[in-house]
């Protein structure tokens, strides 16, 4: 967690007063199994639906708004498996 936490500063889009441990405590706490059941099969969700979810929540969580247009996964490269274990980071924009 700590790697991504890195790798999201090297960007230049994480915000600055984020500490790396505390991006990797938030992404550790919410992207363990007990969170992907209580939303998949606790409220039904589908796992797509949970990937949107985490993906959403860290961009608004972790990265510098910079306009709606800018502000999104897609534009910023980061993007997240339905599985909730992988994130990665694009080098393209």
């Not at 639906?49 to 969580?61: A, I, P, S, V, W």
């Not at 510098?64 to 897609?74: C, E, F, L, P, Q």
Request: negative net charge; without cysteine; hydrophobic residues 40%.
């Amino acid at each position: 967690m700590l790697e991504l936490a890195a790798d999201l500063r090297n960007t230049g889009e994480l915000r600055p007063e984020l500490t790396n441990q505390y991006v990797a405590d938030i992404v550790w706490a919410n992207a363990g199994f007990e969170h992907f059941t209580l939303l998949v099969s606790g409220r039904h969700w589908t796992p797509e639906h949970f990937g949107d979810y985490l993906q959403q929540l860290r961009t608004r969580m972790f990265l510098i708004r910079t306009g709606d247009a800018a502000y999104s996964a897609v534009s910023t490269g980061l993007s997240h498996s339905a599985n909730a274990s992988r994130w990665s980071i694009s080098s393209t924009r």
